[in-house]
Structures are given as C-alpha cells and as structure tokens.
C-alpha cells in the first residue's frame, strides 16, 4: 500500500517562506492526481494545490500567486514551495495521490473527498 511522509514544516514569521516535501513509497506516476491540502483546528481541510500528471497545476484562492506545487517523478517526491507566508496559513499540512485523476479536475473544494491515499502532515505556523 502506498505510503506518502511529508517534512519541511515548522515555524516562520509572516513574510517568510517554507518547503514542503512529500516521498511516495511508490512510483508518482502511478497517481494520477497529486496534491496539497492543509487543515486548521476547527476548519475543515481544504485543498492547497494540485497537480497533474501532465504537470497541470491547480490551486487555492489563498495559495494562488504565493505557493508552487511541484513534483520530482525520478524521486517520487511532491514539493509545495509557500512565500510570503501569512498568519491566515497556519495549519496542519497533509500530501495525497488519487489514481483516478478527478481530484485535479473537480471543484477544488470538493477535492478533498476525492484523494484515497493520505499522509500524516506537517505543521506549519506563521506567527504576525
């Protein structure tokens, strides 16, 4: 079973920046769809961005413009590179494949009900 292991979290002052990566225990060819998505305490998960196999990008009203959504195929790696990190970021931030490929075409904020393959997070905290 696929397993996926994000890092790269941690704490930052808003304007900052941060990595995220994610390893697959499998080839990321084989997901179809690859994405990002964070939780706050109280909120519901929401998706960050998300990307094809083709490298078709998609992303959130809040990540558009500040964070890059990338993937390493040789690596089996998933990267979120987040700028100008606010605040409002502040979450719990969790990687997930699906290999059927809806999760990169739907509304994203349906997105998250699609992705089957989930890893344990990483925090992220922007202090003001």
């Known amino acids: 079973q696929e397993q996926l292991m994000e890092s790269g979290g941690g704490s930052v002052q808003a304007g900052g920046s941060l990595n995220l990566s994610c390893v697959a225990s499998?080839?990321?060819?084989?997901?179809?769809?690859l994405g990002w998505f964070r939780q706050a305490p109280g909120k519901e998960r929401e998706a960050v961005a998300v990307?094809?196999?083709?490298?078709?990008?998609r992303y959130g009203n809040s990540a558009q413009g500040r964070f890059t959504i990338s993937k390493d195929n040789a690596k089996n790696t998933l990267f979120l590179q987040m700028t100008n990190l606010e605040p409002e970021d502040t979450a719990m931030y969790y990687c997930?494949?699906?290999?059927?490929?809806?999760?990169?075409?739907?509304?994203?904020?349906?997105?998250?009900?699609?992705?089957?393959?989930w890893g344990p997070g990483t925090q992220v905290t922007v202090s003001s």
């Open positions: 499998v080839s990321t060819y084989v997901s179809n769809c």
């Open positions: 990307v094809d196999n083709n490298g078709r990008t």
């Open positions: 997930a494949t699906e290999r059927s490929g809806l999760g990169c075409v739907v509304e994203l904020t349906t997105a998250p009900r699609i992705f089957s393959t």
